[in-house]
């Protein structure tokens, strides 16, 4: 629960998640989403190359109405709750998008 407790759409749910132990009904309904999110592999290099790790999760909210996304990445043995920040942009006729990156 402390990796949850740190998004602010979550405080009005934390009572009912423990008493349904995660399987709360009101999640569904709930403005945002809640996802843990791993890493698997390394694009373009080695974890000895670069000294990072994947060993770690990410846990993340969706806000519904924006599509923005935060998140906090906890791994036990890196500096904790590193922070993660992602913006959609609009499009034309309506929707929402995340920018493309190609990588060099």
Not at 63 to 88: C, H, T, V
């Amino acid at each position: 629960m402390k990796h949850w407790r740190k998004f602010l759409g979550f405080s009005p749910l934390e009572r009912s998640v423990v008493a349904h132990a995660g399987r709360c009904p009101d999640l569904s309904s709930s403005a945002f989403i809640f996802m843990r999110w791993k890493e698997t592999l390394f694009v373009k290099s080695s974890s000895e190359a670069c000294g990072l790790t994947i060993a770690g999760f990410y846990y993340v909210c969706l806000e519904r109405q924006s599509g923005a996304i935060k998140g906090y990445y906890f791994d036990p043995n890196s500096a904790p709750f590193q922070f993660l920040s992602i913006k959609p942009r609009a499009c034309d006729g309506g929707g929402m998008a995340f920018g493309s990156y190609a990588l060099a």
